[in-house]
């Protein structure tokens, strides 16, 4: 797996969801470690899941009329 620090997709997540805290929260808020963390856990999760297949592993199961 790629190293999240220096990806450039999770970086520009990163960026992004920090240019959103600035704007809802200011940037002193944003600025203070526990929101730091907070985004940088935001953004690995976010890009973690971007990596992921969108297709089914196994076959797909067959729907129930309830």
């Known amino acids: 797996m790629h190293d999240p620090a220096v990806d450039p ?3 520009a997540l990163l ?3 920090r240019l959103a ?3 809802t ?3 002193e808020r944003v600025a203070e470690q526990p929101v730091q963390m ?3 856990a935001a953004a690995t999760a976010v ?3 971007s990596l992921e297949q969108l297709e089914p592993s196994g076959p797909e199961p067959l729907r129930t009329h309830a």
């Open 15 to 17: 960026d992004e969801l």
């Open 25 to 27: 929260y200011g940037e």
């Open 38 to 40: 907070a985004l940088a």
């Open 9 to 11: 997709g999770r970086l």
């Open 21 to 23: 805290a600035v704007a």
């Open 47 to 49: 890009w973690r899941v």
